[in-house]
């Protein structure tokens, strides 16, 4: 399944039959990522009286409730209605799905008691590369990411000037595979997420931030086609599913 794409004058193909899925799933157990001190996502047969929603017990359908946030449950996509008092739905704001994009690794350093991602890290990362979004997998690149619980673990963010980079250098979707590019425990400030949606001044509405996503080893830094899909729920954030897209003629 051999596609062309025209970007900026430049035809590109890619292979629609090998997605790269960077996406964590959702499982209704202990064993599900988790952030923000909230239990366990719960994935439970919707239960009505005598009915019980599985068919091993006597269902005709499995007819399953999902109860689970996507801040902390899921790979997920928000929108600068995340941290604004007017409503913004990220299924409204992002209306168009495939854009440019590059992978860097980065080992977050050492600053005091905390581990940061710095301007001079993703100057160095991305030089003077134009690209719509960028995804940062951090180091140590674990597997266990995948069902991590995050509470109370102060994990590595982005700082300020991080931000300012990106969002000086156009990008507009940032995908990371961290709960969050601000620091856990900063006393509401989430001066990171206001400074890349540029809250103080003219908000960049068409900008999106997803967390919590998981880039395997096997896939090597570089340019990408990315599809970000959300879920279609009217909300700031929506659980997503991010794949990339080697391009064949690099």
């Not at 980079?165 to 620091?183: A, C, T």
Request: hydrophobic share 35%.
């Amino acid at each position: 399944m051999i596609t062309t794409i025209k970007y900026n004058s430049k035809n590109y193909k890619i292979d629609l039959s090998k997605p790269l899925d960077i996406s964590i799933p959702l499982r209704g157990d202990k064993d599900n990522v988790n952030a923000w001190y909230l239990d366990p996502p719960r994935i439970e047969p919707h239960q009505e009286g005598k009915f019980i929603g599985k068919v091993s017990e006597g269902a005709s359908t499995n007819f399953n409730d999902i109860w689970f946030n996507p801040h902390s449950h899921v790979t997920h996509t928000e929108c600068l209605g995340h941290i604004t008092k007017a409503f913004h739905s990220v299924n409204q704001k992002l209306k168009r799905y495939f854009f440019w994009a590059e992978v860097i690794t980065v080992a977050p350093e050492r600053q005091g008691k905390d581990f940061v991602i710095s301007e001079k890290q993703l100057r160095y990362a991305l030089g003077t590369k134009k690209r719509e979004a960028v995804i940062i997998r951090t180091i140590p690149n674990l597997k266990s990411k995948c069902a991590q619980n995050y509470s109370n673990t102060n994990p590595p963010y982005l700082l300020q000037e991080a931000l300012e980079f990106l969002v000086n250098k156009g990008i507009l979707h940032l995908l990371v595979d961290l709960p969050s590019v601000d620091k856990e425990k900063d006393g509401g400030a989430l001066a990171g997420h206001h400074q890349f949606w540029n809250t103080a001044e003219v908000p960049r509405v068409d900008a999106t931030i997803t967390e919590l996503v998981y880039v395997d080893n096997e896939i090597m830094d570089g340019p990408y086609f990315l599809n970000l899909q959300v879920a279609p729920f009217e909300n700031d954030a929506s659980p997503s599913r991010p794949v990339l897209y080697q391009i064949e003629n690099l």
